[in-house]
């Protein structure tokens, strides 16, 4: 999947677009949509001509936004306020999170296989029996986040903070930690063969 580059001029131009009030109206589509299971995807194709893309929801406003058991797979996310979400049993395979703030957020049961979520603000958040085989999460702030049961094999989480993170019983197989912080994490019971980056014990 391609995606725009991440840089803070792409990021405040991502953001922006949402609060101009010609965008008003979209936005609103959108989360109705989004929330009620409407073609919300059509409606981005729409609104993107002559390019129709129907994945872009890069820097969108959902904060608070129940999207319980949605089908996100491959959307482009980067840079969006998912504070406090409900993302529960989402699929949110080969989906971009760059640099997202999903503080708080509920994605217990989500599907994040091969996401990439650098750079992604995940703090306090509920990842219990996440699966996110070969995600990117790297330089993510997952401090306090409960990851409980969560599959992360072959996770990128270099320089990750995993600070006072529950990892009871989850997977990390092959995952690289290089530069991660782990103090206080919790890991009774956390797979750790083959991951590279220090001395981590559960």
């Not at 217990?108 to 091969?114: F, P, V």
């Not at 997977?171 to 220090?198: F, I, N, P, Q, Y």
């Amino acid at each position: 999947m391609s995606t725009p580059p991440d840089d803070t001029g792409h990021e405040t131009e991502l953001r922006d677009r949402w609060s101009r009030p010609e965008n008003a109206d979209v936005l609103a589509a959108l989360r109705e949509a989004l929330v009620g299971g409407g073609d919300w995807r059509g409606l981005l194709r729409e609104w993107s001509q002559p390019w129709g893309t129907d994945n872009d929801l890069g820097g969108i406003p959902l904060a608070g936004t129940d999207l319980t058991g949605k089908d996100l797979k491959g959307v482009y996310l980067a840079y969006a306020d998912l504070r406090e979400c409900s993302l529960s049993g989402c699929d949110l395979s080969d989906a971009s999170l760059t640099g997202a703030d999903l503080s708080g957020a509920d994605l217990t049961g989500a599907t994040l296989t091969g996401v990439n979520a650098g750079l992604c603000d995940l703090t306090g958040a509920e990842l219990g029996d996440v699966r996110a085989d070969d995600a990117v999460l790297a330089r993510a702030r997952l401090v306090r986040a409960t990851l409980r049961g969560a599959s992360l094999r072959r996770a990128r989480m270099m320089a990750a903070d995993l600070t006072d993170a529950d990892l009871t019983d989850a997977d990390l197989s092959s995952a690289v930690l290089v530069g991660a912080k782990t103090d206080g994490a919790v890991m009774t019971g956390t797979r750790l063969e083959g991951v590279r980056g220090g001395s981590l014990r559960p």
